[in-house]
């Protein structure tokens, strides 16, 4: 059963106390700070693979105290009087990226590294895994939702979705054609597997140690996947190639390890596209990939993909629900967290949570 929050004042939320350390605890209710904020009752939220890299401590940025969360959709409570294209009652979708859409940064297209705001929800200010969360820059950091969109669909499109187009498969260069290896199938890398087909590869090899994860990646529309954990995933894949390698690799892991595949297994001209959040320095093999004719590209997202994915999703050419396993109330949010954390056992995808209130 939901438990009401203290006063009106106040709300529930998950805390971050340092590596390892959260809770869910009471908080003030968020105020508009700015005349350009919009304050955000949260009707469902989800947990990242960021999130759990910032409970291992790879985030410094993140403190004590800062409530988590950079995914989720709302109704909106409040409006500060300089946000223009958006008003109390509209379900919005919340960005992972906050955008003041005026910098020299932003005026690039390039949101993720926003002079005023980047990634910073659930980062660098409290985030969406609460009952109401604030969000600066309203009018350039939202997106109204059409009526008629599934709610778990549409929060697939904060972070995971835009994330794995622009970082993996736009950076990658995806072409009709292409092989095209995924290393990592956890919601990311399997957002990239929808993403990569409507670019037509000719082949999409996808690589985990999970095979209930490999299991969905072939549900999902891979043409191969390969188990790692026997330490032979390159001898696999330059078998499956006939030692040519792959045109695209795109790394959405963030471990020394599955970068080192992403090296060891790109082809002459090929791309290796970075997405893991890395919280360990890599060994780039220059020696052997110098002569290579490669490209190596790192993104934070920028969400410039948001509204076309919205529109696809709407549209049904990306089944965006299908990267859902497990739902749960909000105030299950120690659950859920539990349940992702061990996906493996779980058989755990993306989890999405409630706000009933
Ligand atoms: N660049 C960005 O803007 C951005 C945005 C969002 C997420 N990310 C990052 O993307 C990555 C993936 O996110 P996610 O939510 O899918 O995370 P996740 O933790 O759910 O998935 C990671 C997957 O990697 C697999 N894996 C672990 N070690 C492996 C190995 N040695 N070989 C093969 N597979 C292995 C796991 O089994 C799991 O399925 C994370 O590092 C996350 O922080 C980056
Ligand atoms: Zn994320
Ligand atoms: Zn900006």
Known sequence: MKMPSIDSNSMKALVYHGPGQKAWEV?????????????????MTTVCGTDLHILKGDVSTVTNGR???????????????????????????ISCITACGRCSFCRKGMFSHCRNGGWILGNLIDGTQAEYVRIPYADTSL??????????AATMLSDILPTSL????LNGQVKPGDI???????PVGLSALLNAQLYSPAEIITIDLDDNRLKTASLLGATKVVNSSDGKAVEHIMTFTNGAGVDVAIEAVGLVKTFDICQSIIAPGGHIANIGVHGKPVELHLEKLWSSNITLTTRLVDTITTPLLLNMVQLGRIDAKKLVSHRFELSEIMKAYDIFENAAKEHALKVVLKNAS
Do not use: M, Q, W
């Open 180 to 186: 095209v290896a995924i290393v990592g199938a956890g």
């Open 166 to 169: 622009e970082c993996g498969v």
């Open 143 to 152: 997106y109204a939702l059409p009526s008629g969109i599934d709610d778990e």
């Open 67 to 93: 409530i988590l969360g950079h995914e989720g959709i709302g109704i909106i409570e409040e409006v500060g009087k300089n946000v223009i294209d958006f008003h109390k009652g509209d379900k919005v979708l």
């Open 27 to 43: 908080k003030p209710k968020p105020v508009i700070k700015e005349t350009t904020d919009a304050i955000i009752r949260v009707t």
